[in-house]
């Protein structure tokens, strides 16, 4: 298929998300302009804490959706006011910590449904983040002392959120297929740690392939330095599309 036949696949570019993982507002503002055709969704975390709000409306005026990556973990009534922040702000998916548990996932909820429907808009999907990508077994038993497999792990945090409301959850391309089938058919699973095959999985450890990860029901794959450190961010870009059109 052509680079441009793969452009213009709705469904690829719709499950492809770019991590922002910049520090230049003028970058990141370029880059976006330069990917907008091909990537879905991009993801903001520590440049907006450097830049706030602003930048965020701004890759929003070029027609594309933002994920927020705030990985919440608060007290409730913190919770409902980052819900309703984010609602008004105009992204399209946040992200919050499934360990802060049920009360404090529903607050955020709660707050941006009452949020959104005083606005006449869509709320942003919240997903919950089960276990970070970097975490592996040993990690899990030792440092964070959580008894059991990294599958079951998730599958417990997952169950949580979505009793707590949330649309999806955060997880490794590695448990989808193993936990899918207990969660709603709705459910939005976003997977970093995918990789073309022999990629290097860098600080994450629980890795797949694009397709691997689509093909078990991956939602949206979050790509970074495989995009953003290419010489030719386009080319890369279309390269993962590639990967992954003929499953999605």
Request: aromatic letters at 4%; charged letters at 25%; glycine letters at 8%.
């Amino acid at each position: 298929m052509s680079s441009i036949e793969t452009a213009g696949n709705p469904t690829a570019r719709e499950r492809l998300c770019l991590a922002l993982d910049l520090s230049d507002r003028a970058e990141i503002l370029r880059i976006v302009d330069e990917l907008k055709d091909l990537v879905g969704y991009f993801k903001l975390n520590s440049a907006f804490t450097l830049h706030g709000p602003e930048l965020v409306r701004e890759i929003l005026d070029r027609d594309v959706k933002v994920f927020m990556d705030l990985k919440l973990h608060d007290i409730p009534n913190t919770l409902a006011g980052y819900g309703k922040s984010v609602t008004h702000l105009g992204a399209h998916l946040v992200t919050l910590h499934t360990a802060g548990g049920l009360a404090m996932m529903r607050a955020a909820v709660d707050a941006a449904d009452k949020a959104a429907q005083e606005l006449g808009v869509q709320r942003p999907k919240l997903v919950g983040v089960t276990l970070l990508t970097s975490v592996d077994q040993e990690e899990l038993n030792g440092d964070l002392n959580i008894s059991g497999s990294i599958e079951n792990e998730v599958r417990r945090r997952a169950l949580l959120a979505a009793e707590a409301g949330l649309d999806g959850i955060v997880c490794s391309p590695t448990e989808i297929k193993a936990i899918r089938s207990d969660l709603p058919e709705d459910f939005f699973f976003v997977t970093p740690g995918a990789r073309s095959p022999g990629v290097s999985g860098h600080d994450h450890k629980r890795i797949g392939t694009h397709a691997e990860a689509i093909a078990d029901g991956s939602s949206l794959l979050v790509v970074g330095r495989t995009i953003l450190n290419a010489a030719d961010r386009r080319q890369a870009a279309l390269g993962v599309l590639g990967e992954i059109q003929d499953v999605s």
